[in-house]
């Protein structure tokens, strides 16, 4: 089992324990989700591909942030920004801007790259390097601004 879903579970077990019914509640969808992916694809998913499943379920959540504080449902909104809290008691320390920003630039030296054709390569290192730990649109965003200088 991976170590992200065992923690996962640990988790759950210590919420229901501590009667943090919502808490809980949060952390079950979150392993059911995972759960019905493994079911889906057949194969036990190891904690890269958790960790995408996380990014994913908090990417939904922010989406709904948003869209319920833009329209004043600040009940729900709530209720958003605490599972988002708690799934991101299992990602990983996000990187800050200078030191993403640094890790751009280094690899899009490393690789030579010059211009807006080379964003592939450069974005599909930098996704291995940083997985979980930065916003992919974020990464993207600091690529295509180095590449069109």
């Known amino acids: 089992m991976s170590q992200l879903k065992q923690s996962l579970s640990d988790s759950i077990k210590t919420s229901m324990k501590a009667r943090e019914l919502e808490r809980v509640k949060v952390l079950r969808n979150v392993q059911s989700v995972v759960k019905q992916i493994e079911i889906d694809r057949q194969t036990e998913l190891d904690d890269a591909q958790v960790l995408e499943v996380l990014q994913k379920q908090l990417k939904q959540r922010h989406e709904s942030l948003t869209i319920f504080t833009e329209n004043g449902r600040d009940d729900l909104a709530n209720k958003e920004q605490f599972e988002i809290d708690i799934i991101n008691e299992f990602m990983p320390k996000q990187m800050d ?48 601004d180095a590449l069109q200088g």
């Open 97 to 144: 801007d200078a030191e993403l920003a640094a890790l751009v630039n280094a690899e899009i030296t490393e690789q030579g790259a010059t211009s807006m054709r080379d964003m592939g390569s450069v974005m599909g290192v930098l996704k291995n390097k940083t997985a979980g730990r930065a916003d992919p649109a974020l990464i993207s965003k600091l690529v295509k």
